[in-house]
């Protein structure tokens, strides 16, 4: 879980005059009907970049940023958008997902980082988000489908009448994650065939990599965030057709030095953290900890537990109720007490100062009441709130019920809010992450028995083998690279 201000964003994208006009599409030359202009394309992707780098964290990494970067700029000058300033950032998420905000921002995650092989793969890639870009895809999807159809809640299991409780702090980054059509999927993927190919890279590669991520079957979500294919949907023979339109890019290009750079692209990414970052958060034994902003608390046995990196959801299998933990961005508990109120339209019943663990503290009892369109029936749900300042933050826990269940489930609530405490252990405080290691393979012998030799546990073997796009029978060459995993 980190840190992030969702409100500003989203009252950023309510004050945007959305007048629909026609606007011609830079790549295809024809009008198409859009909800803003360029200028307010820009704006938007400015207002939103500084809430995706709070949100996810910004990955320190100035050697692969700075590859992106060149190349990316190149890349631009050769688009349909050459005037547009591209701007690129590595997100600290283990989640295998790039995507594109209107504007030019263009992102990566770590995770999505560690599953290529080769700089042609990012290339291909870059050049395909860049293709949303310059199609602007985002700004047509956005004229289609508004913030509230968009879903995050991912793989809880939650009662769809509680569901929207989860996603509320989640609002402000919904329009990140519009899913695109097929059409546009195919014309970004020609996209990213025509620019990667113009700064010489084999796109060839673009369409190995899809296939990897085919094999990986990805979820819909990961920790509450989409991955790549839920936010990319396969357009159907996706290989083939990036295959057939590289042999053309490069027979209308001419040449044959067509870059592929593994081994330079290998030694970027050592040493880059692997999967779950321990120090964002972890579970062990019931219990949740944060090394970087050094507080725990328990987590109630049975339930589902989602560590996302805007908040944490827990819930138990029935559905039947929840609770969300989150940073606000309000100075006091008062204030974030306040907020709630006027944010989440409820209706404050009690209110009370107190001190969890020694930290000052408010708890927070309200309700909230719509009707049943289809019934007519009002329903009622009730939350429990506890906003607790520490360290300089106010951290907020939210337990919400039907009210036939809220009193059942306010001893549970409270078992884990009142359980807020400063963390001190310093083997929890000093957890280390997993982190790609890249080794020279010393002879010729198959995948497998080069993950022996290195002891890497057998139930690993498929996991590194399609990190390294590679069958664990295929013989690795004497001085090959490939990637290993270590703490």
Not at 93 to 101: E, G, L
């Amino acid at each position: 879980m980190k840190s992030a201000n969702f409100f500003t964003a989203i009252i950023f994208l309510l004050a945007l005059v959305l007048v629909p006009s026609c606007a011609i599409n830079p790549v295809t030359g024809k009008k198409q009907v859009v909800l803003m202009s360029e200028a307010q394309e820009l704006a938007l992707g400015a207002q939103y970049n500084p809430t995706v780098l709070s949100t996810f964290g910004v990955y320190d990494s100035p050697q692969l940023l700075n590859f992106i970067t060149t190349e990316g700029n190149k890349m631009g000058t050769v688009s349909h958008r050459p005037h547009l300033q591209y701007h690129f950032k590595i997100l600290d998420t283990p989640v295998v997902n790039a995507f594109a905000v209107p504007g030019g921002y263009i992102y990566f995650t770590r995770g999505i980082l560690a599953q290529f092989n080769n700089e042609a793969e990012l290339m291909g890639v870059l050049g395909h988000e860049m293709g949303h870009v310059t199609a602007r895809h985002s700004v047509s999807q956005q004229t289609k489908q508004t913030l509230g159809q968009v879903l995050l809640i991912g793989g809880m299991v939650v009662a769809p009448d509680l569901a929207q409780y989860a996603d509320y702090a989640m609002q402000g980054m919904q329009l990140l994650f519009l899913k695109y059509s097929r059409d546009n999927e195919r014309e970004a993927d020609r996209l990213g065939v025509e620019y990667s190919s113009k700064i010489g890279y084999d796109a060839n590669k673009m369409a190995d990599f899809f296939n990897v991520l085919n094999k990986m079957s990805m979820a819909e979500s990961h920790g509450g965030v989409p991955t790549f294919l839920s936010t990319h949907p396969d357009p159907g023979d996706r290989y083939n057709a990036v295959k057939n339109t590289t042999a053309e890019w490069q027979q209308k290009l001419g040449g044959n030095a067509w870059k592929v750079n593994g081994n330079e692209y290998l030694k970027m990414i050592d040493g880059l953290v692997y999967g779950e970052d321990p120090r964002q958060g972890f579970v062990e034994n019931s219990v949740f900890y944060h090394p970087e902003m050094k507080f725990q608390y328990p987590v109630p046995a049975g339930w589902q537990f989602e560590n996302s990196p805007v908040q944490v959801k827990m819930a138990p299998k029935d559905g039947k109720a929840m609770m969300t933990f989150l940073l606000s961005d309000k100075k006091t508990p008062e204030e974030a007490a306040q907020s709630f109120v006027t944010e989440m339209k409820v209706t404050a019943l009690e209110n009370k100062k107190l001190t969890v663990n020694g930290l000052p503290a408010v708890a927070l009892v309200s309700q909230q009441t719509s009707q049943d369109q289809q019934t007519g029936a009002q329903n009622v749900v009730k939350f429990l709130s506890y906003f607790i300042q520490y360290n300089g933050q106010v951290y907020a826990f939210h337990g919400v019920a039907a009210n036939a269940d809220f009193m059942n489930y306010v001893p549970v609530f409270r078992g884990t809010m009142e359980k807020f405490d400063k963390l001190t252990d310093a083997a929890k405080l000093n957890v280390k992450p997993e982190r790609i290691k890249i080794y020279e393979v010393p002879k010729t012998q198959t995948l497998s028995e080069v993950f022996k030799a290195q002891k890497i546990a057998d139930s690993r073997f498929k996991e590194l083998a399609l990190l390294n796009n590679l069958e664990l029978t295929d013989r690795v060459e004497k001085g090959r690279l490939v990637k290993l995993v270590a703490k």
